[in-house]
T-cell receptor, first 111, second 114 residues
Framework: GIQVEQSPPDLILQEGANSTLRCNFS?????LQWFHQNPWGQLINLFY???GTKQNGRLSATTVATERYSLLYISSSQTTDSGVYFC?????????????FGSGTRLQVQP | DGGITQSPKYLFRKEGQNVTLSCEQN?????MYWYRQDPGQGLRLIYY???????QKGDIAEGYSVSREKKESFPLTVTSAQKNPTAFYLC?????????????FGPGTRLLVL
């Protein structure tokens, strides 16, 4: 199956700092999503981004499909950004229509 | 409000017992999914369904069963054959149309074995 690697595994920031989270994947994909899991376990979809660049407020994401990686940028971080960020992909040209998740980046934003 | 509901929030299972986790959505989504999350880990796919009365095994289907009799509902049964069921279980749904596969998650059920 497809491999999804996220880095760094853990990240501690001071409030107001910027950060970049990376997701590498081992095969061509037709679906890539970024999620945020809050401390209570709820997952929220941040971006659906199989290619290109999108922005939503302080967050933006870029996927370079030909080089098999995606980046999530968090600017001016806030304590509410804390939690785990997951990248998930769907491999292209398979009959399986479901996501494979990476192991996540655990972010802690300190006041 | 539209969304995905899961119940119960916490569930305790005795050895040898089957338990069923509920997942309901009113988003009119075609596809539904069950994932398992162990502490400090990512999500692993148990089962998914793209249409009523059809479902497919994911990566860790052994010891689990599902049904999809209605579009809104996708219950998961954790059978006694699942030897290590303690985990956080998450249900999700999506429109399942190319270019619109954003998945939306329920709040989860924490299953503990007594």
């Amino acid at each position: 199956g497809i491999q999804v690697e996220q880095s760094p595994p853990d990240l501690i920031l001071q409030e107001g700092a910027n950060s970049t989270l990376r997701c590498n994947f081992s095969d061509s994909v037709n679906n890539l999503q970024w999620f945020h899991q809050n401390p209570w376990g709820q997952l929220i979809n941040l971006f659906y981004i199989p290619s290109g660049t999108k922005q939503n407020g302080r967050l933006s994401a870029t996927t370079v499909a030909t080089e098999r990686y995606s980046l999530l940028y968090i600017s001016s971080s806030q304590t509410t950004d804390s939690g785990v960020y997951f990248c998930a992909v769907e491999r292209e040209d398979t009959g399986r229509r479901a996501l494979t998740f990476g192991s996540g980046t655990r972010l802690q934003v300190q006041p | 409000d539209g969304g995905i509901t899961q119940s119960p929030k916490y569930l305790f299972r005795k050895e040898g017992q089957n338990v069923t986790l509920s997942c309901e959505q009113n988003l009119n989504h075609d596809a539904m999914y069950w994932y398992r999350q162990d502490p400090g880990q990512g999500l692993r796919l148990i089962y998914y369904s793209q249409i009523v009365n059809d479902f497919q095994k994911g990566d860790i289907a052994e010891g689990y069963s599902v049904s999809r009799e209605k579009k809104e509902s996708f219950p998961l049964t954790v059978t006694s054959a699942q030897k290590n069921p303690t985990a956080f279980y998450l249900c999700a749904s999506s429109i399942d149309r190319r270019g619109q596969e954003t998945q939306y998650f329920g709040p989860g059920t924490r299953l503990l074995v007594l």
